[in-house]
């Protein structure tokens, strides 16, 4: 339940109220204290394995496949996410539920709220499904769900900058127009990384260079993190609002 801070409360009886800033920051540094925690510990225990690649060239660091996918960095990863994915979920049915109050007399943008709902959606089932499909045991499957998130995650970001840049028209509020500037530099920096990603990932596959599958590695920890920072922007757009755990007032108790 999502509640302004000053929300009449005498119906439900509050539990637990926690800050949506608060909220914002645990969900996010879930995964980014993983990623960080399961880099540094390939890298320190298990770095010939981790660095190695199929026509044995020299690399110096390891992609996040191969980073999660080992113990007991891949339990790290997992927990992290599974931690995480439900607060994901909520925040995405908070921005749907924001979108619809903010375009609730604009047909084509409540048609984009609704595809965006899908889209996040659709982002965190994947990063699920190749959280808990590590490449090293069915690699198809963890390809897969790699490619929903990613696809997602681009239209998501795209959807939520063309939503903001309305906001950002029709409102003045200082918050929103951070939000809005930082999510638009956020979606241009992560495409970029992307494509660099995606770049360096088939030149290593067709030539092998030594160095390359590095630098793949280096813009795809880039993509993470500013997909990261991207949700992080929620902390703007909900800074006035609070997260409470209530129990049903008596007269709904049965």
Known sequence: MLQGPYSSLDRDRPLIRVPF??????????????LIACLFTSILYHYEDATYTHCKVSNYLPSISSAISRVPE?????SCIGLHSAPRFLVSAAYF???????????PEQLLSVLNLICSLTENTGLLLLTYVSSTETYNVH????????GSSLLHMLITCRLWMVIRRHYVHPEEKTSCVWKLRLFLFNVGC?????????????YCEAGVYTLFSLFEYLVVFSNMAFHMTAFWDF?????I???PPEDKRY
Do not use: D
């Open 21 to 34: 800033t608060s909220f914002a920051v645990a969900t996010v540094l879930l995964p980014l204290t993983g």
């Open 74 to 78: 891949r339990y790290i990863w997992r």
């Open 97 to 107: 539920s924001f979108y619809r109050g903010r375009f609730s007399s604009r047909p």
């Open 143 to 150: 390809k897969y769900g790699f490619a929903v998130f990613m």
């Open 194 to 206: 992307f494509l660099s990603a995606a770049y360096f990932f088939r030149r290593h596959n067709q």
């Open 239 to 243: 800074g006035s609002k609070e997260v």
């Open 245 to 247: 755990v209530a129990t």
